[in-house]
């Protein structure tokens, strides 16, 4: 999985700087190792409904590569990756499907390029989408420490290692960070403004 820089923003109606076609993607794992592999990939656009899908492994995906340790946060078990998850093709067919054109997001590119690597490998396709850097897309947006956008976004979203509420939980930020340049914008216009004089 290729990463790209962040492509040109443009202006919205509200004034607030936004990409055209914005998609956020995270992808949960069975571990952090170098053989880990991944186990469910949520997506969200930067309105509307998250999706996720479990993902079965692949013959060659070792479970020697299991963490008890990332099970503790997701609670996935491999029993149930068996029983309701989709095949890889499956799986990245529809990624494709719905992401093809996107600009899409992530919160952790390297690893989650990575795992998505191991994914289309395994699929013996190709994605038609690539990874950015979502704090490249957040910075010029946000002026504020990062750490409390992050808390912001969690009193709404929370961040709970189940990969369609992690991708609420960026798109929050991105709608949050968003509202916040659409007021510096706003109270950038109003400084501007030239004050009446009312002295006879």
Do not use: C
């Amino acid at each position: 999985m290729i990463r790209e820089p962040s492509p040109p923003t443009d202006i919205d109606a509200q004034g607030a700087i936004a990409p055209s076609h914005v998609a956020f993607i995270d992808v949960e794992a069975s571990g952090l190792g170098p053989q880990s592999w991944p186990i469910e990939v949520g997506w969200v656009f930067s309105t509307g409904d998250a999706r996720s899908v479990l993902i079965r492994p692949a013959d060659n995906w070792s479970m020697t590569a299991w963490e008890k340790s990332a099970e503790a946060l997701h609670g996935i078990t491999p029993p149930t990756l068996v029983t309701s998850g989709r095949e890889p093709l499956d799986v990245a067919l529809i990624l494709n499907a719905a992401l093809g054109g996107a600009v899409v997001y992530s919160d952790a590119p390297d690893y989650d390029s990575f795992w998505l690597f191991r994914l289309y490998d395994a699929a013996g396709v190709k994605p038609n989408y690539r990874l950015n850097d979502l704090g490249d897309l957040l910075r010029p947006l946000w002026d504020r420490q990062p750490r409390e956008l992050v808390d912001l976004a969690s009193e709404e979203a929370p961040h709970t290692h189940r990969a369609a509420a992690d991708v609420l939980h960026l798109q929050t930020m991105y709608r949050l960070a968003r509202a916040r340049a659409a007021e510096r914008l706003e109270d950038t216009a109003q400084s501007a403004t030239p004050q009446s004089n009312t002295s006879p």
